[in-house]
């Protein structure tokens, strides 16, 4: 719930900002949950960073992340 806060906040001020709920997290249907894994997280976050790396207005090299 807090992510989505702190990417508006973060939008507000004029930076490009994406909230996402981490594998067997959120409110996705599936079998697994709440399971924590390190490997997966960072490959979680990795992703994020691939796809707004992609976006044509987002500076890859300025890239930055926060964990709530």
Same mark, same amino acid.
């Given at each position: 719930?807090? =992510? &989505?806060?702190?990417a508006q906040e973060? !939008?507000?001020?004029?930076?490009?900002?994406?909230? $996402?709920?981490?594998?067997?997290?959120?409110? =996705? &249907?599936?079998?697994?949950?709440?399971? !924590?894994?390190?490997?997966?997280?960072?490959?979680? $976050?990795?992703a994020a960073v691939?796809?707004?790396?992609?976006?044509?207005?987002?500076?890859?090299?300025?890239?930055?992340?926060?964990?709530?």
């Amino acid at each position: 719930m807090a =992510s &989505g806060l702190y990417a508006q906040e973060f !939008a507000r001020m004029g930076f490009v900002a994406m909230a $996402f709920d981490q594998s067997f997290t959120g409110e =996705s &249907g599936g079998a697994v949950r709440n399971a !924590a894994s390190t490997d997966i997280n960072t490959e979680d $976050f990795l992703a994020a960073v691939d796809y707004l790396g992609s976006l044509p207005y987002v500076d890859r090299e300025k890239i930055g992340l926060i964990g709530i």
